[in-house]
């Protein structure tokens, strides 16, 4: 069986506004939602014998994403993402019809725009800017026309 990609995971401290942000600035769709206990600490790594998690699954097209909220113990780390070129997951990429009203919708939704990350080529029609969500997660904004399915790029 070939592995099947599940979903990306990501910690708030505000999950209402975090799910907020997710379906009403990039249209993602609330699917599922989960409440777990001291059972998952092994696996999650957190040893704590009132362990009390809250998750919700949102997809957008065939993307699923997690928020997950802890009840106990609390969230930790700030809202700021790391340097780009620190080792990790550094962003999400979400491909979009129009930046400029989905932009209105990041800040009114909770999210800050990182002004100073804007490229593009308005002859056509390609605009990349990044923004945060509530939670400081870097996302890459994509005006590009063409298939979405395509990644950007030569084919290898």
Aim: aromatic share 6%; charged share 20%; glycine share 8%.
């Amino acid at each position: 069986m070939n592995p099947i990609v599940s979903h990306v995971g990501i910690c708030t401290d505000d999950l209402e506004s975090s799910i907020r942000f997710y379906t009403q600035a990039l249209a993602f769709i609330e699917v599922a939602k989960t409440t777990v206990g001291p059972e998952i600490g092994p696996l999650i790594e957190i040893e704590a014998s009132e362990l009390q998690l809250q998750s919700h699954f949102l997809e957008r097209e065939s993307f699923r994403l997690e928020l997950m909220q802890f009840g106990h113990p609390a969230a930790l780390g700030v809202k700021d993402p790391a340097a780009f070129n620190t080792i990790g997951l550094t962003h999400l990429a979400i491909r979009v019809d129009d930046i400029d009203a989905t932009l209105q919708k990041v800040q009114e939704f909770g999210g800050r725009i990182m002004a100073h990350t804007e490229v593009g080529d308005s002859s056509i029609n390609v605009k990349l800017i990044y923004v945060l969500d509530p939670n400081g997660v870097r996302i890459e904004l994509m005006q590009i026309p063409g298939d979405p399915r395509l990644a950007p790029g030569e084919p290898v």
